[in-house]
């Protein structure tokens, strides 16, 4: 049986996303709206069109071929019903300056994998690999795991970067092959996690906790993200949890950052954070200390 998944980007040679020169996977599909999510069209797991006025030439050619009417040509531009779009993608191939695209595309292990391949080499000189990114790869567990499989038979280190909300049999399809885990911890409250992420965080300290016990080596990223969870509060609890489960080689500390913000409006989303700033360094710095008061390694990643 041929297993395939959506996939919206291989990564060739990453250097952020584990160790060495990395082919990093993004699937498509994430349980989780985290409010600052800087790749939010990694959020559904369905392909979908995203749209860049700033190379549309309003020629009218989209909205012509649309069977649906989902597209409409006004003074301001073009104004896209994404609740009427059949996913057609019709649009897309008559779009001469490409300001609309598909985001997401079904992909087999194979091809992901002759992706993989063409970077062997760097793999074995840097001490490198693959990650499976998202989204959510537990989202895709049989389709990650098949890609986490076939690199470990060939010789490849796997890497999987994981917000942790999933089943266990999806977390079971997938340990087996992955060399290193980097496990998302936004919050220790489930009720402010809910509020920022549309979900509570029971099932992923459960995960957090069966993922130690596998003796798997685990990063903690923590996203430190302006009055949801940059207290000293905050972090510590955080970092009491971690420093109570099986030999975690450290936590990074993510700043939070808007990059992701034109996103949004390409894929017709409101972003709500506009005002949020980035912690500063000063800020970043207590909070590093009071992760290596735990006695955890502690790194603040860009
Ligand atoms: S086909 Fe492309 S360039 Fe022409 S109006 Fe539509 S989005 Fe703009
Ligand atoms: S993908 Fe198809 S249905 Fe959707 S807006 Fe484009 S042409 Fe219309």
């Known amino acids: 049986m041929v297993i395939k998944g959506i996939v919206f980007n291989i990564q060739r040679y990453s250097l952020d996303d584990g160790p060495g020169i990395r082919t ?6 994430c349980p989780l709206k985290c409010r600052w999510c800087s790749n939010p069209e990694s959020q559904n797991i369905y392909t979908e069109i995203s749209f860049r006025n700033s190379v549309c030439n ?9 069977k649906e009417g989902a597209i409409k040509i006004d003074d ?3 104004n896209i019903n994404r609740k009427l779009c059949s996913k057609c993608f019709n649009c897309v191939d008559v779009c001469a300056p490409q300001a609309l695209k598909v985001i997401g595309k079904e992909t087999s292990v194979d091809e992901v994998m002759a992706e993989i391949r063409k970077d062997l080499h760097f793999y074995q000189e840097s001490g490198g690999g693959v990650t499976v990114s998202g989204g959510e790869p537990l989202a895709q567990a049989s389709f990650t795991g098949e890609i986490l499989k076939t690199c470990q038979e060939e010789g490849i280190h796997t890497c999987v970067e994981t917000c ?11 340990l087996p092959f992955t060399s290193l885990i980097y496990f998302d911890v936004k919050h220790i409250d489930p009720t402010i996690h809910k509020k920022f992420t549309g979900r509570s965080n029971k099932l992923i300290i459960d995960n957090l906790k069966y993922v130690a016990s596998k003796g798997i080596p685990l990063v903690i990223r923590v996203p430190v ?18 420093a109570g489960i099986n030999k975690p080689l450290e936590i990074h500390l993510l700043p939070y950052h808007n990059y992701g913000i034109g996103k949004y409006k390409m894929l017709g989303r409101k972003y709500s954070l506009e005002e949020l700033s980035r912690p500063i ?11 290596s008061s735990f006695g955890l390694n502690c790194e603040i990643v860009k």
Not at 58 to 66: A, M, R, T
């Open 76 to 78: 301001e531009g073009v």
């Open 24 to 29: 990093t996977v993004f699937l498509k599909g």
């Open 164 to 174: 942790g909300y999933g089943t266990k049999e999806s977390l079971n399809k997938i």
């Open 281 to 291: 360094d000063s800020k970043l710095k207590i909070l590093q200390e009071i992760v």
């Open 225 to 242: 993200i302006t009055s949801f969870n940059d207290s000293d509060e905050v972090i510590n609890n955080i970092a009491c949890l971690v």
């Open 58 to 66: 309003k020629c009218g050619e989209c909205s012509l071929v649309c």
